[in-house]
């Protein structure tokens, strides 16, 4: 299991370049794998893997366009243009149980990272929330722009191993002129996405019935 250290040194290294690209290519997604290594995030992995709290969410669009949580049952009847997601979460509660993931959150909080951001941003960037998700066979989310919140962008991690083509669970991001980018959920790798007008992500319904597609979503706002 890595250190606090080795947390440390891995998000400071690997999280500040691929923001950094935003500044060139403000609507386009950035993957990024060479130092988000498979080695440095196993212990976090396997923590998430073995995890047995994880709570099964349903969501759907009401008639406002708004998003509420409801019962399976009521999810099930629901319209399936309607359905806005099905997943697991982490709640924070339980993620005070995995000591990696308290590790994790510790950093995405430092002033360290926020002025490493900052200055690859070239604008004051602060952490605004975290997202521990698991899609199974058939969780989805649907198709949605994150603009609220005062959102600027969000990193992606993916925890995963063993994904193979046909599986699903794919990060879908669209920029506004309709172009679209499918982003792997391969173990070990991720994607720093814009939140920004005009573009839009998606995660694919999983197909497969034994993997499983487990994720961080980090979001982080600026001053502006």
């Known amino acids: 299991m890595e250190s606090s250290a080795d947390i440390d040194n891995l998000i400071l290294q690997a999280f500040p370049p691929c923001v950094r690209q935003l500044q060139f290519a403000p609507v386009q997604a950035v993957r990024f794998s060479e130092r988000w290594s498979k080695p440095s995030v196993s ?16 969501w759907v669009l009401d008639e406002q366009g708004d998003v509420q949580r409801v019962s ?3 999810f099930l009847a629901t319209a399936g243009q309607s359905r806005f997601s099905r997943s697991d979460s982490l709640r924070e509660a339980d993620r005070r149980l995995i000591p990696s993931l308290t590790n994790l959150e510790r950093v995405l ?24 998700a698991r899609y199974r066979n058939r969780h989805f989310l649907r198709r949605h722009s994150d603009l609220f919140g005062g959102r600027r962008f969000a990193i992606v991690l993916f925890f995963s191993e063993g994904w ?24 070990g790798t991720g994607a720093v996405i814009p939140i920004h007008p005009g573009c839009w992500h998606a995660v694919k319904p999983v ?11 980090v979001h982080f706002g600026t001053s502006n």
């Open 43 to 58: 212990g976090l992995a396997s923590e998430l893997m073995t995890f047995g709290q994880w709570e099964e969410e349903y």
């Open 72 to 74: 399976p049952e009521v």
């Open 109 to 132: 909080h430092s002033s360290e990272l926020g002025h490493a951001l900052s200055g690859a941003y070239s604008e004051p960037v602060h952490f605004l929330s975290l997202e521990v």
């Open 164 to 187: 193979q083509p046909g599986y699903g669970g794919e990060l879908i991001f669209e920029v506004p002129s309709g172009a679209i980018t499918a982003i792997q959920p391969v173990g």
């Open 207 to 217: 197909q497969a019935s034994s993997w499983v597609r487990i994720s961080l979503s």
